[in-house]
C-alpha cells in the first residue's frame, strides 16, 4: 500500500514539474539574500521566548512562537513574546506575529484580540507600548524602528528570575520578613514562600503570583504590596498590626525561565486540579505549596484570604462556586472584596461567578473546597488599565500591589 502511495506521489510530481516548465518556471530552489535591515533574532536570555522566524520576498519577518502543551490534553498555548531584535540602526522593519491558535479547555481560541498591544525597549529596561494591528488568522502586524543597533519586544513589561533575586535581596534582612523554601520546581529551582509581619497576627492572607509565566502583572503587584507593607508608614504599620502577609511570589520558575506560557515543564497547568492532592512529581509546585498549607493549617494559623493573581484580555475578579456549604456567603464576601478592590485600586472591571455547584480546579476554588478558605482568582488586564485609562505598566501594577494594603485591612476589619 504504502509503495503504491509513493508511485502515485512520485507520478504527481513529475507531472506538476512538466507543468511548471511549460509555464517558464524554474525547477531550481530560490536562493533568499540576507536582509539588509535585519541581521539576528536574540532569544538566548532568561526569558526569551522559544520561536522560529523568516524573511518574506518583500522584507517582512514572519516571527512563529512555540506552542507549550498540556499533559494528557489537546490543550496547548503560545501567548509570551519576548525577544531582542538586531538590526541596522535608522531603518524599520515590518513584523508578523503567528501562531495564536491556541486550544484551551479543548476549544480553539486565541490570546490576541484587537485590544492587543505590545512594548518595546532599546535596553531591556525602561518600556514604552507600541500600536499594533490585528490581521486575519490571529496574527498581529507591527512596524519597529532601530534607533540602536537592538530593540526589544514584549507583550507585558518582563518580571525575570533576576528581578525577583533582586527583590528578595533586597528584603531579606528587614524586620517582620520571613523567607522560607517550601520545595523546587521540575528543574530544581527553589520556591519561596515571603511572609511580611507578625506570624501571630489575628488574620492571615496568602497572595500567590506567576502560576502562568507569560503573566508578568502578578510578580509586579506582588512586589508592589511587599514594598507597600516594609515602607513604614501609617498605613503600613497600622496593616501589620492586623494581618500576616504570605506570598508566593513566582510559582512557575521554570517556564519564566524558559519564556513559556502556560504549563510546567512537565506539562501541568499550576492553576487546576486543586479539587484534589497534587502530584508531587508532575505538579512540584503545586505539592509544596499545599504541604505548606497543610503545615499551618495544623498550627491553627491557615490563611483566612487568598488571592491568585494572573493576566488577561478582561480583567476580571474570579470567584468560584464549588459544592460546599454556606457557598453565597462566601460569594458575599467576595462581593464585599470586589467593593474594596474599587475603593483603594484602580480595579474597575468587575466580578466573574462560575457555575454553582462547580469544582473548577482552580486555586482560589480548591482552596474554597479543600481548606475552608476565601480563595479567588484576580485576573489583571493586560491591554488597559481602565481606572488610570492607561496601558498597563510596571509601576501601574506596583502601584495596585500598594492599594491592596487596604484592601486586605478592610476586609479582615469587617470579620
Known amino acids: 500500500m504504502h509503495r503504491v502511495q509513493y508511485c502515485l506521489w512520485s507520478g504527481l510530481s513529475w ?149 525577583l533575586e533582586r527583590l528578595l535581596d533586597e528584603i531579606r534582612r528587614k524586620r517582620l520578613v520571613e523567607i522560607t523554601e517550601i520545595g523546587k520546581t521540575v528543574q530544581g529551582r527553589p520556591l519561596e514562600i515571603v511572609r511580611v509581619g507578625n506570624p501571630k497576627a489575628a488574620h492571615r492572607v496568602l497572595v500567590r503570583a506567576r502560576a502562568h509565566a507569560w503573566e508578568p502583572g502578578g510578580s509586579w503587584v506582588a512586589q508592589g504590596l511587599i514594598r507597600g507593607l516594609l515602607s513604614n508608614d501609617e498605613v503600613a504599620r497600622r496593616c501589620l498590626q492586623r494581618y500576616c502577609l504570605y506570598v508566593v511570589p513566582m510559582a512557575n520558575k521554570d517556564g519564566v525561565g524558559h519564556g513559556a506560557t502556560r504549563f510546567n515543564l512537565l506539562g501541568k497547568d499550576l492553576n487546576r486540579d486543586w479539587n484534589q492532592p497534587a502530584d508531587p512529581f508532575l505538579a512540584p509546585e503545586n505539592h509544596a505549596l499545599e504541604e505548606w498549607l497543610k503545615g499551618i493549617a495544623a498550627q491553627g494559623k491557615a490563611p483566612q484570604l487568598a488571592l491568585d493573581l494572573h493576566n488577561d484580555e478582561d480583567g476580571k475578579l474570579h470567584v468560584g462556586r464549588p459544592p460546599v456549604v454556606n457557598i453565597e456567603q462566601y460569594v458575599e464576601r467576595m462581593r464585599f472584596l470586589e467593593t474594596l478592590l474599587r475603593k483603594h485600586t484602580w480595579f474597575r472591571e468587575g466580578i466573574y461567578l462560575a457555575p454553582q455547584g462547580v469544582s473548577s480546579g482552580t486555586l482560589g476554588s480548591g482552596l474554597v473546597e479543600r481548606y475552608g478558605i476565601d480563595g479567588c482568582t484576580l485576573e489583571l488586564n493586560c491591554n488597559r488599565v481602565a481606572g488610570l485609562g492607561q496601558y498597563p505598566s510596571a509601576q501601574a501594577w506596583e502601584e495596585f500591589g500598594r492599594g491592596l494594603r487596604q484592601v486586605f485591612y478592610e476586609y479582615f476589619g469587617s470579620r
Request: proline share 7%.
Open 15 to 163: 507531472l506538476a514539474a512538466i507543468a511548471a516548465m511549460a509555464a517558464g518556471e524554474s525547477s531550481a530552489p530560490q536562493l533568499l539574500s540576507p536582509s539588509p535591515v535585519l541581521h539576528f533574532i536574540n532569544t538566548s536570555f532568561e526569558n526569551g521566548s522559544p520561536l522560529q522566524w523568516r524573511v518574506d520576498a518583500d522584507g517582512t519577518v514572519q516571527i512563529f512562537l512555540l506552542y507549550d502543551y498540556e499533559r494528557n490534553s489537546p490543550n496547548r498555548a503560545a501567548g509570551h513574546w519576548h525577544f531582542q531584535l538586531q538590526g541596522q540602526p535608522g531603518s524599520e522593519l515590518l513584523l508578523v506575529l503567528n501562531n495564536f491558535e491556541n486550544i484551551y479547555n479543548g476549544r480553539l481560541g486565541s490570546p490576541v484580540s484587537k485590544k492587543s498591544i505590545c512594548y518595546s525597549s532599546s535596553d531591556g529596561k525602561r518600556w514604552k507600548a507600541v500600536p499594533v494591528e490585528f490581521l486575519e488568522g490571529n496574527r498581529l502586524r507591527l512596524r519597529v524602528r532601530f534607533d540602536g543597533p537592538a530593540l526589544y519586544l514584549a507583550r507585558l513589561e518582563p518580571y525575570g528570575l533576576g528581578d
